[in-house]
């Protein structure tokens, strides 16, 4: 039996009867006022009706886009016209372009704003380009990319000027109800990945994918579509032996769709999108370059406050102080370190969205205080729907202020969810958004740190069906007018931006978190995510890595999983192993369905507790490393869970590698993913790798199998790289850094990596002064030549941390050596150990480092 049915059922004794039968009906509701209502918003006459509900969907009549006549030469590339439209090719960089079809089609509106692009055309700067004009045909190239049009049928192929095609269109299509085809070749190796949030493995070939945000009320593997969908995704094409040449393609369309990536013929990828225009990016590179492009034109995830790393506990619900409280108290009883603790919708006052429950939360604030004592802050949930009732401050505000979603005659939709009939903030309206952020105010006056964006998608209750918002439904889309067609996908990023957006208002001095469950392209800029409803599953927890190896190929760097799983009870073992690998994934929070026993690091008895409390105090201690890898993607969109391929693009092998993963540059984690497994194999990228916990060295490059008993997790270091590391505390904030520790695992003569950079990125970890200078950059160079092993040290920003001394430790050295010199002073050695052949000493912050061997 399917786990979910288990919380559906017990949830459903809370929600009441009314509720329930409304959710059985909202499904004809929903039907009805789709049919009602022509896709323009006109209402339909009885006998179009009756059509329209008998004959809900006509198979659509593709026509192809052809016959170019004329062709203009503009400052980025060509426009290009024929009857059907116009096609524009745009050189946003040499690696980087725009491709964009108009098509002609009567009486559709086919164009809504792009909520996923946060750096358009013309912010670019301009790209010097070649055109060369053949019979039928253009070329128009870059140094690095050449688009070929092909004039009789319009179609397009991309290639690198040494001439490997890296997509050929087969063609581009549309029907006269405006929906768009674009099919593609795939070459036989071709291996495709990213698309968001999806249940399936890493490589996304071979599958077909719905693109339509959904709440699936629990998920197992193949489930398709889930909360976040992206039209973006990799492409990698292996050629044995040598790097695959690498490209990115990102469809500017947020409208219903599905790519069917050669499930339905294998080499024919095909695109098609319910409505809107077909605006695609292509760009090529090596996989780091790529996300760097995609993160450019997209955005990236802010930075966000330290404490967002540390340990997070939730449950739905901890739904009254005294069980807060208690729990605070088992966390330090426990010696367990936690930043936040997540309120669940059973604190709300009758699931009222904004509100408390006043019984049970008679002082928020002063809790909120209370656990600000230990450095720990309540994150709460906020939903969407707002509960269709005039004593209730918010849905008041809303009808008068016109910021709900309505039906094409102006009136307030309402659809049943927790609290029951809910009316929906339309956030593609500006004011909405401010006076959404408004409404945010009394929670954070209370002291609530970071906000939960939950059933975003937006999700209804409904019996069967499609659990959203009718189709028709009107979005003010910035004022310029839409509907849920174009509105659904993009709904969970907007209620991010009005989120952030009124937290920055209110708090201006903090980093603003928030945490949605829905997105599309884009949502980065706003929020972080998390991969919803799992189970306490093993393959749940399997599942867990190209989940989060997939968002992050989509730009959405910081999610992870709920450790122990969602849905049902996890043994000590599942919950043990999930703790392991989670603690290296950027989001780090335990939660649970309502029902479930308790799901505490304490909840399953020695030796988990002791066991999890060590990969939690671990967690804590990598805290400036993780730190560092979440800059990187703040800075460069590079995700800090990184697929094995990563580092070792060329070998083939790795790019069907899913049951392991990089965190940042240094570390790689292969977990046990199989109940009472006690070891694993794995093929590491080439090396040489560190194995954590004993120093044994691995090449890479062929199968390992390694001995992981529950108290371990599979963890290599690269050779070469320089680990900062700090302590534990109760909290991120409670932890004492009297100094800096610096790991490094020496290069070995064999293959040391050539000036292999360490990165360690410090700021005060909360607030804004980093934009003005308050911020360092450190770059670790680790060098070897004959008998000597030397680390330098780049400083760069003007961030003074509060340490003056480094705790180093060498590990890998083959014997004792005879002299350590920081800067040129001479410094002794204060412990060795043989096992592990690694020594540890003391020394200031330094710029130069010798160890003579
Ligand atoms: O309809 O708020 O994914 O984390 O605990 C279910 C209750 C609503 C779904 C979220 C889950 C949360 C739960 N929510």
């Not at 050189?91 to 964009?100: K, S, W």
């Not at 086919?110 to 358009?120: D, G």
């Not at 029902?595 to 304490?602: A, I, K, M, S, V």
């Not at 450190?778 to 030397?790: A, H, I, K, N, P």
């Amino acid at each position: 039996m399917r786990q979910p049915t288990v919380t559906i059922l017990q949830t459903a004794k809370a929600l009441g009867a009314k509720t329930l039968a409304s959710a059985a009906l909202y499904p004809l509701r929903k039907a009805l006022a789709e049919a009602t209502w022509s896709p323009d918003g006109c209402p339909r006459n009885r006998l179009e009706l009756a059509r329209a509900i008998v004959q809900p969907r006509r198979q659509p009549d593709w026509r192809p886009f052809r016959d170019i006549q004329e062709t203009e030469r503009d400052s980025r590339g060509l426009v290009l016209r024929s009857d059907d439209g116009q096609v524009s090719v745009q050189f946003l960089a040499p690696d980087l372009v725009a491709v964009e079809y108009r098509m002609n089609v009567a009486g559709v509106a086919t164009s809504t704003p792009t909520y996923a692009v946060s750096r358009p055309a013309d912010q670019w700067p301009s790209v010097p380009t070649v055109v060369t004009e053949l019979e039928h045909a253009l070329l128009i190239q870059s140094d690095r990319l050449v688009v070929g049009i092909d004039l009789q049928d319009a179609r397009l192929l991309l290639a690198t000027p040494s001439g490997t095609l890296l997509r050929v269109d087969i063609d581009v299509a549309r029907t006269t109800g405006g929906a768009i085809r674009h099919r593609t070749a795939l070459a036989p190796g071709e291996k495709l990945y990213g698309l968001g949030e999806r249940a399936l493995p890493w490589n996304r070939r071979g599958h077909v994918h719905r693109l339509w945000n959904r709440d699936p009320a629990g998920y197992q593997a193949d489930d398709d579509p889930l909360y976040l969908n992206i039209p973006t995704y990799l492409g990698a094409l292996y050629d044995d032996g040598a790097s695959p040449e690498t490209y990115l393609v990102f469809y500017d369309n947020a409208h219903d769709a599905v790519f069917d990536l050669g499930a339905t013929t294998p080499a024919i990828a095909e695109h098609r999108f319910a409505g809107g225009t077909l605006r695609y990016y292509v760009a090529v590179g090596s996989i780091p370059a790529l996300l760097e492009r995609y993160t450019e034109l997209t955005g990236r995830h802010p930075l966000q406050p330290l404490w967002m790393l540390g340990y997070h506990q939730s449950r739905w619900s901890y739904d009254n102080e005294a069980r807060v409280r208690k729990l605070a108290q088992d966390l330090s009883t426990h010696q367990i370190p936690c930043d936040a603790i997540h309120l669940d919708i059973d604190i709300l006052e009758g699931f009222r969205s904004l509100t408390w429950d006043q019984e049970r939360f008679p002082d928020l604030a002063g809790l909120a205080t209370e656990l600000r004592q230990d450095g720990r802050r309540l994150i709460s949930i906020v939903d969407p729907g707002i509960k269709r009732d005039l004593g209730y401050s918010v849905y008041r505000d809303g009808l008068r202020g016109q910021h709900f979603c309505t039906l094409p005659n102006g009136r307030v939709f309402h659809a049943p969810v927790w609290p029951g009939d809910c009316a929906f903030p339309d956030f593609t309206a500006p004011d909405t958004r401010a006076w959404w952020g408004d409404q945010l105010r009394p929670l954070l006056r209370a002291g609530i740190a970071g906000l939960w964006n939950d059933v975003n998608e937006p999700a209804a209750f409904a019996a069967f069906g499609d659990p959203t918002l009718p189709r028709v439904i009107r979005h003010s889309f910035e004022n310029t007018g839409g509907d849920h067609r174009a509105g659904h996908n993009i709904y969970g990023t907007l209620m991010a931006r009005a989120t952030r957006e009124g937290l920055l208002r209110e708090q201006p001095e903090s980093r603003a978190v928030v945490i949605s469950r829905a997105g599309s392209a884009g949502l980065q800029r706003y929020a972080t995510s998390w991969t919803g409803d799992n189970e306490s599953s093993w393959e749940s927890l399997a599942l867990t890595i190209p989940m989060v190896l997939g968002l992050g190929l989509s730009g959405i760097g910081f999610t992870g999983p709920d450790v122990g799983g969602f849905s049902g009870v996890p043994d000590g073992e599942l919950f043990t192993r999930w703790v392991q690998m989670a603690a290296f994934m950027p989001f780090f929070r335990a939660h649970t369905a309502k029902g479930t026993p308790d799901q505490e690091p304490w909840s399953y008895g020695e030796p988990y507790l002791s066991i999890v409390r060590r990969f939690i105090q671990l967690r804590y201690e990598l805290l400036p490393y993780l730190y560092s890898a979440h800059w990187q993607m703040c800075a460069r969109g590079w995700p800090m869970v990184r697929p094995l391929a990563w580092a070792d693009p060329a070998d083939g092998l790795l790019w069907d590698v899913d049951d392991a993963f990089l965190c940042g540059d240094a570390f790689l984690i292969a977990p046990v993913v199989e109940k009472g497994a006690v070891s694993r194999s794995v093929r590491l990228p080439q090396g040489p790798w560190y194995e954590f916990w004993t120093n044994a060295l691995t090449t890479g490059r062929e199968p390992v199998r390694l001995f992981s008993p529950l108290e371990t997790l599979g963890l290599f270091v690269r050779a070469g790289s320089v680990i900062p590391m700090g302590e534990i505390g109760a909290s991120s904030e409670k932890r004492v850094e009297k100094f800096l520790r610096l790991v490094l695992y020496a290069p070995l003569p064999a293959n040391a990596p050539d000036g292999l950079v360490s990165e360690l990125y410090e700021d005060a970890g909360e607030g804004f002064a980093y934009r003005d200078g308050g911020s360092r950059l450190s770059r670790f160079t680790v060098s070897q030549e004959e008998g000597r092993l030397g680390v330098s040290w780049h400083r760069e920003g003007a961030y003074v941390p509060p340490y003056e001394h480094v705790e180093l430790t060498v590990h890998g050295l083959a014997r004792a050596p005879r002299a350590v010199y920081a800067d040129g002073d001479r410094y002794a050695i204060a412990r060795i150990d043989a096992v592990r052949h690694s020594v540890v000493l003391g020394v200031p912050v330094f710029s130069d480092l010798r160890i003579d061997l």
